[in-house]
């Protein structure tokens, strides 16, 4: 069974940083595209960045310059760190993890809660 636990979420003020973590059981992070999705209230949950099993790394235009995801396999965690935040950046943020076989496979966490103040 696929767990995927998010970490490391919280309240900052605009300029500030945090960095998220998401803790996987059951699934290798290096045989998934892992990513980082947000939703805000009101709003569709959107991709923030995705590391693909090659290593491969890809950011929404809005995060690009000041948030990087990592990958650690021997601990097998994603991480997701975010600089420069803005109070747009405030959202439940989720982990990821995406496989490809006969069909698509999504597994998520639970998200954690990230409140950028102005």
């Known amino acids: 069974q696929v767990h995927l636990v ?9 300029g500030g940083s945090l960095r998220l973590s998401c803790a996987a059981s059951g699934i290798a992070v290096s045989s998934a595209r892992m990513g980082w999705y ?18 491969s790394t890809n950011y929404a235009d809005a995060v690009k310059g000041r948030f990087t995801i990592s990958r650690d396999n021997a601990k097998n965690t ?5 600089n420069s935040l803005n109070p747009e950046d405030t959202a439940v943020y989720y982990c990821n993890a995406m496989r490809f076989g006969l069909v698509r ?7 954690t809660q990230v409140t950028v103040s102005s």
Not at 6 to 14: I, K, N
Not at 105 to 111: A, E, L
């Open 78 to 82: 994603v991480s997701l760190q975010m």
């Open 6 to 14: 998010e970490s490391g979420g919280g309240l900052v003020q605009a």
């Open 105 to 111: 496979v999504d597994y998520w966490g639970q998200g």
């Open 38 to 55: 947000r939703q805000a209230p009101g709003k569709q949950r959107e991709l923030v960045a995705s590391i693909t099993l090659g290593g």
